[in-house]
């Protein structure tokens, strides 16, 4: 089993920043493809970033694309999403996901509240 343990979030204005963070337990990092999610309220989740754990590539999203960076520390079992230029669509529960490569049992983190207003 995979426990995924998110941190961050919270309430900013339009314009500003935040770090999410999602530490992953019980499984190798190594071995897990990892990306971020999210929700708004009456809308489906949808995918924002993906990191492919063979080669690195990276996904973004294109409402993010430019504003959202992330990245991983295999080491320390952690990916990070780094958000700037925050605008008020943004807000949603976010949700970090982990895809075990071989097997493609998924795991979710319990999600964090992004809330961007003035």
């Known amino acids: 089993q995979v426990q995924l343990v998110q941190s961050g979030g919270g309430l900013v204005q339009p314009g500003g920043s935040l770090t999410l963070s999602c530490t992953a337990s019980?499984?190798?990092?190594?071995?897990?493809?990892m990306s971020w999610h999210r929700q708004a309220p009456g809308k489906e989740r949808e995918l924002v970033t993906r990191v492919f754990s063979r080669n690195g590539t990276t996904y973004y999203a294109d409402s993010v694309k430019g504003r959202f960076t992330f990245s991983r520390d295999n080491s320390a079992q952690t990916v990070y999403l780094q958000m700037n230029n925050l605008k008020p669509e943004d807000t949603a529960v976010y949700y970090c996901k982990a895809r075990k490569v071989i097997i493609g049992d998924v795991f979710w983190g319990q999600g964090t509240q992004v809330t961007v207003s003035s």
């Open positions: 019980g499984y190798d990092m190594y071995s897990l493809d």
